[in-house]
């Protein structure tokens, strides 16, 4: 056996003509570091919507082009998914990562209250299509590179997606604070940002690949190829996005997933006003908890994804729905700052961590061939969930900052949630020949 054969399947180097698997996997963080910047659309807002800022949006304006944006993230995930399934990953993530970079680029245009359409097109529509298109590819491609570890390693890119705002974030309100016309027009920050995607977004797409038909990777300790890489799932074959539609477990999947984002991103919502209102931090105090919580949302992602291997998918989404539960009940009776940090803290590791195992609950459930688009279909979990869950608790917290109610209602909605992974079992083989 040669050399290179036989490095492919330690899986450790260079598989026949397509490259290296470690060089593929921080490829894909790479694209996830740039495309997951879009969560750092707070310290715009924020920047927008201060002295001495000359486009004068008001508060509910300057969530616009951000909620766009994770509106549109669905559909480019979806096309995305499909388009890479058929022509391969890496023309799929180029073209995502230059619309996204585009989009943000288009943006630093806007100058004034008007231009809100500008920003809205450029950050919202062409930068969240773009990165649905870019953010789905690594996910899928890197279950086909890493069948013996595929939870930690979709956790892994996945968490370069949650780390991109905590990189972003300092950077854009450096350069804001430290130039008075970028304070007067905060988005010609965008600029520079913009092309700073480009090229870590191209350079990460570049080296995007499938592996070779057949791929495998060889045990440690002695096992066999055939032991070490398990089946693509219960049923023994990989399911077209047609198939996997029509059984339930798509869809008992899809709420899942739902559920985990609602209930994380209600925390998140209002996390600011929650930390002074609630534990008596002071505005900066809040500011930087919010920061500090995107540490854990992408560590998260890893952490869940690589209990997820050991323990296995479904026990892992009963604790990150049941934690996240019981945290939410408790936030509104959080007696200090350290309480009120830990239980912040447990919210955004398991909404990080929803994102890091269900991928490869996917590809355990329905095969990873065509991970791409019935992980892309998925995803309208996040859309549906990132619009309920900030809608939701802000219509019961009202007015009269009744919080104990709010994040009572969706600690009840996790918890209860905790329950569907128990019925979640991947399809067996008569109920795939059905399909």
């Given at each position: 056996?040669?050399?290179?054969?036989?490095?492919?399947?330690?899986?450790?180097?260079?598989?026949?003509?397509?490259g290296?698997?470690?060089?593929?996997?921080?490829?894909?963080?790479?694209?996830?570091l740039?495309?997951g910047?879009?969560?750092?659309?707070?310290?715009?807002?924020?920047?927008?919507?201060?002295?001495?800022?000359?486009?004068?949006?008001?508060?509910?304006?300057?969530?616009?082009?951000?909620?766009?944006?994770?509106?549109?993230?669905?559909?480019?995930a979806?096309?995305?998914?499909?388009?890479?399934?058929?022509r391969?990953?890496?023309?799929?993530?180029?073209?995502?990562?230059?619309?996204?970079?585009?989009?943000?680029?288009?943006?630093?245009?806007?100058?004034?209250?008007?231009?809100l359409?500008?920003?809205t097109?450029?950050?919202?529509?062409?930068?969240?299509?773009?990165?649905?298109?870019?953010?789905?590819?690594?996910?899928?491609?890197?279950?086909?590179?890493?069948?013996?570890?595929?939870?930690?390693?979709?956790?892994?890119?996945?968490?370069?997606?949650?780390?991109?705002?905590?990189?972003?974030?300092?950077?854009?309100q450096?350069?804001?604070?430290?130039?008075?016309?970028?304070?007067?027009?905060?988005?010609?920050?965008?600029?520079?940002?913009g092309?700073?995607?480009?090229?870590?977004?191209?350079?990460?797409?570049?080296?995007?690949?499938?592996?070779?038909?057949?791929?495998?990777?060889?045990a440690?300790?002695?096992?066999?190829?055939?032991?070490?890489?398990?089946?693509?799932?219960?049923?023994?074959?990989?399911?077209?996005?047609?198939?996997?539609?029509?059984?339930?477990?798509?869809?008992?999947?899809?709420?899942?997933?739902?559920?985990?984002?609602?209930?994380?991103?209600?925390?998140?919502?209002?996390a600011?006003g929650?930390?002074?209102?609630?534990?008596?931090?002071?505005?900066?105090?809040?500011?930087?908890?919010?920061?500090i919580m995107g540490?854990?949302?992408?560590g998260?992602?890893?952490?869940?994804?690589?209990?997820?291997?050991?323990?296995?998918?479904?026990p892992?989404?009963?604790?990150?729905?049941?934690?996240?539960?019981?945290?939410?009940?408790?936030?509104?009776?959080?007696?200090?700052?350290?309480?009120?940090y830990?239980?912040?803290?447990?919210?955004?590791?398991?909404y990080?961590?929803?994102?890091?195992?269900?991928?490869?609950?996917?590809g355990?459930?329905?095969?990873v061939k065509?991970?791409?688009?019935?992980?892309?279909?998925?995803?309208?979990?996040?859309?549906?969930?990132?619009?309920?869950?900030?809608?939701?608790?802000?219509?019961?917290?009202?007015?009269?900052?009744?919080?104990?109610?709010g994040f009572?209602?969706?600690?009840?909605i996790?918890?209860?949630?905790?329950?569907?992974p128990?019925i979640?079992?991947?399809?067996?083989?008569?109920?795939?020949?059905?399909?």
């Open positions: 056996m040669s050399t290179t054969r036989t490095r492919e399947h330690e899986g450790e180097g260079l598989a026949t003509g397509t290296n698997r470690w060089l593929v996997l921080a490829g894909g963080v790479l694209v996830q740039a495309i910047a879009v969560y750092a659309w707070s310290t715009f807002s924020k920047a927008i919507q201060a002295e001495p800022s000359a486009l004068e949006l008001s508060k509910v304006q300057s969530t616009i082009p951000f909620t766009v944006a994770i509106g549109m993230i669905f559909i480019g979806f096309l995305g998914g499909r388009i890479q399934d058929r391969g990953p890496r023309v799929v993530a180029l073209v995502g990562v230059t619309i996204y970079s585009i989009g943000i680029m288009l943006a630093s245009l806007a100058r004034d209250a008007g231009d359409w500008l920003l097109l450029g950050y919202g529509i062409l930068g969240g299509f773009g990165l649905g298109l870019a953010y789905i590819v690594p996910i899928a491609m890197l279950q086909k590179w890493f069948p013996d570890k595929r939870g930690l390693i979709t956790g892994i890119a996945v968490g370069g997606f949650g780390f991109g705002a905590v990189i972003t974030s300092p950077v854009a450096g350069m804001i604070a430290g130039s008075a016309d970028y304070q007067r027009y905060p988005t010609k920050v965008f600029l520079w940002l092309m700073a995607y480009l090229v870590a977004g191209l350079l990460g797409a570049s080296v995007f690949r499938n592996p070779p038909e057949g791929y495998t990777v060889a440690k300790a002695g096992l066999d190829a055939a032991a070490s890489t398990k089946k693509a799932n219960a049923a023994g074959r990989d399911f077209t996005p047609q198939e996997a539609l029509r059984t339930p477990q798509w869809y008992i999947l899809m709420f899942i997933l739902t559920i985990s984002v609602t209930a994380g991103i209600s925390l998140i919502s209002v600011a929650t930390a002074t209102d609630v534990a008596g931090f002071s505005a900066a105090g809040a500011a930087t908890l919010v920061g540490l854990f949302n992408g998260g992602r890893i952490l869940w994804a690589a209990v997820s291997d050991r323990i296995g998918r479904r892992a989404f009963v604790g990150i729905l049941a934690l996240q539960g019981l945290a939410l009940l408790a936030i509104p009776h959080a007696g200090s700052a350290v309480a009120f830990v239980l912040c803290a447990l919210v955004y590791t398991c990080g961590g929803g994102f890091g195992t269900m991928p490869s609950t996917a355990d459930f329905f095969g065509h991970a791409g688009a019935i992980y892309g279909l998925m995803l309208v979990g996040w859309s549906i969930g990132g619009i309920v869950g900030p809608l939701l608790i802000s219509g019961l917290i009202g007015e009269d900052e009744a919080y104990t109610r009572t209602v969706v600690g009840l996790a918890l209860i949630g905790a329950a569907l128990l979640a079992r991947p399809p067996k083989k008569e109920e795939a020949a059905r399909a």
